[in-house]
Nanobody, 122 residues
C-alpha cells in the first residue's frame, strides 16, 4: 500500500514557476514508477509526466515538454514536478500516482493522491 500526498499548488501568473511535491508513505516507494496527471472539471484526466523507479527514464506530454521537469528523490520518498513558463491552460488539479510501469496510461497506476490545485492567471 502506498499513500500519496501532493503539495505546492497555488495561484500564479502566466510565466511564473511552481514546484509540486508528492510525498509517499511506505518502504516500497523506490520500486514504483511515479506519474503526474491533471484534470480540469468536465474533462478527462490528462497525462503530464512520468518517471521510472530509478529516475533513469522520463516521459512528458507534448504540451509540457521543455517547460516541466519531473524528478524524484527515493531517499525522501518524494517526486517533484517543476513547472516553468506556466500558461493559463495549465490550470488544473494535479495528481501524482504510483504504478509498476512507466507509462502515460492512467489505468496502469494503482495509487493516487488527493490532488493539488494549480491556477494560472493571464
Amino acid at each position: 500500500q502506498v499513500q500519496l500526498v501532493e503539495s505546492g499548488g497555488g495561484l500564479v501568473q502566466a510565466g511564473d514557476s511552481l514546484r509540486l511535491s508528492c510525498a509517499a508513505s511506505g518502504r516500497t516507494f523506490s520500486s514504483y514508477a511515479m506519474g503526474w496527471f491533471r484534470q480540469v472539471p468536465g474533462k478527462e484526466r490528462e497525462f503530464v509526466a512520468t518517471i521510472s523507479w530509478s529516475g533513469g527514464r522520463t516521459l512528458y506530454a507534448d504540451s509540457v515538454k521543455g517547460r516541466f521537469t519531473i524528478s524524484r528523490d527515493n531517499a525522501k520518498n518524494t517526486v517533484y514536478l517543476q513547472m516553468n513558463s506556466l500558461k493559463p491552460e495549465d490550470t488544473a488539479v494535479y495528481y501524482c500516482a504510483a504504478g509498476r510501469v512507466t507509462t502515460n496510461n492512467s489505468l496502469a497506476y494503482q495509487y493516487w493522491g488527493q490532488g493539488t490545485q494549480v491556477t494560472v492567471s493571464s
